[in-house]
């Protein structure tokens, strides 16, 4: 087996702003998996928040690619145990090397992700679409540009009730609320109530990652159904979110791949747990993953090819005549084919 890699910087349509900062391009480490002619491709955006910048992945990855070459891949989950002990700090990069192999697989098999994951394409939920924290006017013209039937609505400012209630007279669709961990309990506990009044759906994320004796009282107090993202990182963390939480965003780069991603899908069922799927801004290849393991989810966030202008893959397409929905690629494995157009690093 070959390892290749590439980093690319993507610019987003718009500046893409939430409760902790500002940004105008995404950071992503694509790889490459070359197991005898084959090639599988997978995916990590790097987010500032977790301290796993693309230089990182790469210094890791050049550090133990001999070992990363050597493993015989007869399983992609026995391959992810092997790369979660020679990368234990580094679920970005085990996640991008993860989605390769499950890309390989499949074409191996010549089958679709999606059915080797057992999961029905009819089954697939439609996906939101972002509006980042701007001006109220910014944020409605942004809304207006792109008709959609659910939307992710940023929040964590000072004018969380007039963004939403803005939005709301322009539009009749589902608004889905993501904090970003920026409310005290106190502010949620006035918010929420209100937010339900303006028809919002749900609420990722409302207070900070560690505040679990906030969670607990708003789960008490809960009008509308509570969404895990920052308090859910790993596999481990599931269980902590039961009875503070309604539902986890499962992130494949934070749980370090589509391999822990099937077992915390399980184990949230076994919860009675509702289940989202989140982006973290991946080009088309990340997006892929996610697509696939779609049918086994209630929710899904999945429109980072939407909010960046640049893209590193064909065949997962969006369907312009149903909004929020899209086709998942029928190819072998991912089904998506790469068309990276610069190269920033290669071990090529």
Wanted: net charge negative; hydrophobic share 40%; charged share 25%.
């Amino acid at each position: 087996m070959k390892c290749n890699y590439f980093s690319f910087d993507l610019a987003f349509r718009h500046p893409f702003t939430i409760s902790r900062g500002t940004k105008t391009h995404q950071p992503t480490l694509v790889v490459e998996l070359d197991f005898n002619g084959i090639s599988g491709w997978g995916e990590a955006p790097a987010i500032t928040y977790y301290q796993i910048p693309v230089e990182k992945m790469v210094a890791d990855l050049q550090a133990k690619k001999v070992f990363v070459e050597k493993f015989s891949l007869t399983d992609p989950e026995r391959y992810w145990h092997y790369l979660h002990h020679l990368f234990p700090q580094n679920n970005f990069l085990v996640c991008a090397l993860d989605i390769a192999a499950w890309d390989v697989w499949g074409r191996l098999r010549g089958k679709p992700l999606y059915n080797l994951l057992q999961a029905d394409p009819q089954n697939k939920p439609l996906t939101d679409y972002t509006i980042g924290i701007d001006t109220i006017e910014k944020m409605v013209e942004k809304m207006e540009e792109k008709p959609w039937p659910l939307y992710k609505v940023k929040l964590g400012t000072d004018k969380d009730l007039e963004i939403v209630q803005a939005l709301r007279k322009h539009t009749d669709a589902a608004i889905r609320v993501d904090a970003n961990a920026a409310w005290t309990t106190e502010e949620a506990l006035q918010k929420i109530p209100r937010l339900k009044d303006l028809g919002v759906e749900l609420i990722e994320q409302p207070l900070a990652k560690d505040n679990w004796e906030g969670m607990k009282v708003l789960y008490q107090h809960a009008s509308l159904p509570l969404i895990a993202d920052e308090s859910c990182v790993t596999e481990a963390d599931v269980q902590k979110c039961y009875g503070h939480f309604h539902g986890i965003n499962i992130k494949l780069t934070k749980c370090s791949g589509i391999t822990p991603a099937r077992r915390m899908i399980e184990q949230a069922r076994k919860l009675d747990m509702k289940l989202m799927l989140g982006s973290m801004n991946e080009s088309s290849i990340g997006s892929a993953a996610i697509a696939h393991l779609s049918p086994l989810v209630d929710f899904l966030d999945m429109d980072g090819p939407l909010l960046l202008s640049e893209d590193l893959g064909t065949g997962l397409r969006f369907d312009a005549a149903k909004p929020g929905s899209f086709h998942l690629p029928d190819g072998p494995g991912l089904g998506i084919t790469y068309t990276g157009l610069y190269k920033k690093e290669s071990s090529i």
